[in-house]
C-alpha cells in the first residue's frame, strides 16, 4: 500500500468565553494547511442550565486514553478503510495492528454505498480483537446507515451489497421472505434479531471516551433528557429483535439522524453544544454524518470537530484524513497520494 504524506492541523488552547459564532465563523471557514496552528481546547464558561435533568452515562462513557483517533463515514469501501488505519498509525499495509493501546473511534455509516460493506465489517472486526490484545480499542458507533439496514430500508445498498449475503440461511421469518429475491439474503441478516443486526447491537449510539463525545449525527440537550446509556440499551435491544424501536428513536431529531452539527453553526446550536459539554462534563464534540466539502472542519471555537469528509469511493478519490485527540489537542492527519489528490470544489 502506497504511503503519502501526512499533513498535520494543530488545534491549540482557546480562551475563556462563551461560543459567539457568527453566521461565517473563522472556525467554519477554516482553511487547513501542514504551516497552520491554532490555539487547543481549553476550559470554557458554558451556558447549561443547573436543573436540566440528565440521566447517568455510566456505560456510555470510558477513560481518557493517551491517543485517540476519529475515522468517519466509509459507507462500504474496504480499500479506504484499510487506507484510514494506516494514517490512524493503528495498522500496516498488511492489515497488522501496530497501534498498541491506541483507540480508535469510527463514528458510523459503514453499511451502504460501496460494496465492500461486508468484507469491511469483517476487516473492523478483526481490527477490534488485535487492538484489544495489543491493549488498545476500536469503538465503533451505529450511523443511521446501521440503523437504515436493521429498519429494512435497502435504498443505498448496492448491487453486490446484496450479493454478498445471498447466502445467508432462511430462517422462514414472513419480514424476509416477502422481499425481493436478491433482497432475501440481506434482511435475514439485517432485519431485527438477524445474525448482523445482533452484531450490531453491542455498539452504541454514543459514546464518550474521557472528554471527548463521540455520535454519528451529534448530541443534543433532550438526548440528554433522554439519556443517551437508555437510548443506546433501547437501540440495541431493537436490533436484537427485543421490541420495537421507540418512537422517540425514529426520525431526524436521534443522535444518528440530526444535522445540527453538520453545516456552518451559529449562536444558539453552539450554546446547544455548551449545555451538552458542561453537563457530559467532557470538552468536544465529534460528529460524521455530513460530509464536508474542503476536509475535516470545525466550529463553535473548536469544540465541534465534524470527520465525514467522503472517504468512500461512493464520493469519488477524495483524500484520507482522520482526527488525532491527544495531550488535549486536535490535529487533522491527511494523506496525499498518487491516487488521492487534494478535492476542494463541492462533492
Not at 460493506?117 to 476500536?138: P, T
Not at 440461511?169 to 434479531?193: H, I, K, M, V, W
Request: some cysteine; overall charge neutral; proline content about 5%.
Amino acid at each position: 500500500m502506497a504511503r503519502g504524506l501526512i499533513f498535520l492541523v494543530v488545534l491549540g488552547t482557546l480562551q475563556p468565553g462563551c461560543h459567539k459564532t457568527p453566521a461565517a465563523s473563522k472556525d467554519d471557514n477554516h482553511q487547513r494547511s501542514a504551516a497552520q496552528a491554532v490555539a487547543a481546547p481549553g476550559s470554557i464558561e458554558r451556558s447549561a442550565r443547573a436543573d436540566l435533568p440528565v440521566a447517568e452515562t455510566k456505560t456510555s462513557r470510558v477513560p481518557e486514553a493517551a491517543r485517540v483517533v476519529a475515522i468517519g463515514d466509509l459507507h462500504g469501501d474496504l480499500k479506504v478503510a484499510k487506507r484510514a488505519f494506516v494514517l490512524a498509525g493503528a495498522t500496516n499495509d498488511k492489515d497488522q495492528w501496530v497501534g498498541g493501546q491506541l483507540v480508535v473511534v469510527q463514528t458510523g455509516d459503514i453499511l451502504d454505498r460501496g460494496d465492500d460493506d461486508r468484507e469491511l465489517l469483517n476487516f473492523l472486526d478483526q481490527q477490534e480483537s488485535a487492538a484489544k490484545l495489543a491493549g488498545g480499542h476500536v469503538y465503533r458507533l451505529n450511523g443511521n446507515h446501521e440503523v437504515m439496514n436493521v429498519q429494512g430500508d435497502f435504498r443505498y445498498v448496492s448491487e453486490q451489497g446484496f450479493k454478498a449475503f445471498a447466502n445467508e440461511p432462511s430462517t422462514g421469518r414472513p419480514d424476509a421472505a416477502e422481499r425481493p429475491a436478491e433482497q432475501r439474503g440481506r434482511a435475514e441478516a439485517f432485519l431485527p434479531g438477524g445474525r448482523m443486526a445482533r452484531k450490531l447491537s453491542v455498539y452504541p449510539i454514543v459514546w464518550i471516551v474521557g472528554d471527548s463525545v463521540f455520535a454519528h449525527g451529534g448530541v443534543l440537550p433532550k438526548h440528554l433528557r433522554y439519556g443517551l446509556d437508555e437510548m443506546n440499551s433501547e437501540v440495541g435491544a431493537w436490533m436484537r429483535g427485543e421490541g420495537p424501536l421507540p418512537k422517540k428513536l425514529q426520525g431526524d431529531s436521534t443522535p444518528f439522524w440530526i444535522r445540527d452539527y453538520g453545516e456552518q453553526v451559529g449562536d444558539e446550536v453552539c450554546a446547544k453544544l455548551d449545555t451538552v459539554l458542561n453537563v457530559l462534563k467532557t470538552k468536544r464534540l465529534v460528529v460524521g454524518h455530513t460530509p464536508q466539502k474542503g476536509g475535516i472542519s470545525f466550529g463553535c471555537n473548536q469544540h465541534l470537530a465534524r470527520i465525514d469528509v467522503g472517504l468512500s469511493a461512493y464520493y469519488g478519490h477524495n483524500p484520507t484524513e482522520v482526527l488525532e485527540i491527544a495531550d488535549g489537542k486536535m490535529r487533522v492527519l491527511k494523506e496525499e497520494t498518487e491516487n488521492a489528490a487534494r478535492v476542494s470544489g463541492p462533492r
